[in-house]
C-alpha cells in the first residue's frame, strides 16, 4: 500500500488477505472498532470505514448488537437456460431438482415502451406493451425478478390489468395463438449493482451483486417479447443447453 493511500486501506487489505486465505474462516468474528484500533493503531474513523468496505464487498456480515462476521461461502445452485423453454418453466424445473417449491406473483398492465424497451422490440418509441412484473419464489423466498415485454397487439380482447399468484399461460402458448410461433431465444448477461428496490425485494445482503439477463424471444426475424431478469449473484450459476447443429464437413 503506498504512504499516500487512506490509512484505512491498510485495515481493509490484511482483513481481507486473511478471509481470503482461510485465517478467518466463514462465520469467523471480525475484531470490533475497537480492537482494530488497538491492533492497526488507526482511529475510529478508519476502523468504521474499513467495516464498511468489508461489508460493501461482501466479505463480512453485521448481525445487530452481536458485531461483524466472515460471510459463509454460499453454494451456488445451477440456474439452467435453453434457447426455447418458458424463464419461468425453467426456474421451476430448478427449483424442484432442489426439493423446493416455485412460486410467483405478478402483475400485467399497459404502458408505453421506453426507447430502449421500443428498441428491443423493434417497435415506435412510446409504442403501447404489456408490461409484466413479476417475483419468482422458491420456498417463499425471492430468487427472481422478471420484467417482460410485448406488443399491446398480442394482448388484445384480454381485460387490463391483471394479476395473479400462480402460473400465467405459457409464453410459447400465448404467442402460438396469436400466430407468432417463437422459433428463438436469444439472452445478453451482464453482472451490476442492484438499485435498492431489488435489494429489497430480493433481501440481498450488503454488497452483493445481480446477474442482469436481457431475454428476447424470437418469430423468425421479429422480436415478439422481451425480458429483463435479475438473479442474485450470491445464489445461482448460469448453466445454458446449447443444441449443435450438424457438424460442418471437415470440422
Known amino acids: ?7 484505512y486501506l491498510r485495515v481493509v487489505e490484511d482483513l481481507r488477505r486473511q478471509i481470503i486465505d482461510s485465517t478467518l474462516p466463514p462465520g469467523a468474528p471480525i475484531p470490533s472498532r475497537v480492537q482494530l484500533t488497538q491492533r492497526y493503531g488507526v482511529g475510529e474513523t478508519a476502523a468504521r470505514h474499513a467495516l464498511r468496505v468489508l461489508a460493501q464487498e461482501g466479505l463480512i456480515v453485521g448481525r445487530v448488537g452481536a ?12 440456474l439452467r437456460r435453453s434457447r426455447f423453454a418458458d424463464p ?19 402483475r400485467s398492465e399497459l404502458v408505453d415502451a421506453t426507447p430502449d424497451i421500443a428498441r428491443r422490440l423493434k417497435l415506435d418509441t412510446s409504442a403501447p406493451v404489456l408490461r409484466t412484473t413479476c417475483v419468482l419464489r422458491g420456498d417463499g423466498r425471492p430468487l427472481q425478478l422478471v420484467t417482460s415485454y410485448e406488443p399491446a397487439e398480442f394482448s388484445e380482447g384480454r381485460p387490463l390489468p391483471q394479476e ?7 409464453l410459447s402458448a400465448r404467442m402460438a395463438a396469436a400466430g407468432v410461433p417463437i422459433t428463438a431465444a436469444s439472452e445478453d448477461v451482464y453482472v451490476r449493482v442492484p438499485r435498492p428496490d431489488e435489494s429489497d425485494r430480493l433481501e440481498l445482503p450488503a454488497g452483493t451483486q445481480v446477474l442482469h439477463l436481457e431475454r ?3 418469430s423468425g426475424d421479429r422480436p415478439v417479447e422481451t425480458s429483463d431478469i435479475v438473479v442474485p449473484g450470491d445464489k445461482f450459476r448460469l448453466t445454458y443447453t446449447i443444441p449443435i447443429s450438424d457438424p460442418i464437413p471437415g470440422a
Open 88 to 106: 419461468h418453466d425453467l426456474f421451476t424445473t430448478d427449483m424442484q431438482a432442489h426439493g423446493r417449491r416455485a412460486t410467483w406473483d405478478w
Open 67 to 78: 458485531g461483524h462476521y466472515v460471510r459463509e461461502r454460499p453454494v451456488l445452485s445451477p
Open 216 to 218: 428476447t424471444h424470437w
Open 164 to 170: 395473479g399468484t400462480g402460473a400465467r399461460t405459457a
Open 1 to 7: 500500500m503506498a504512504s499516500s493511500d487512506p490509512v
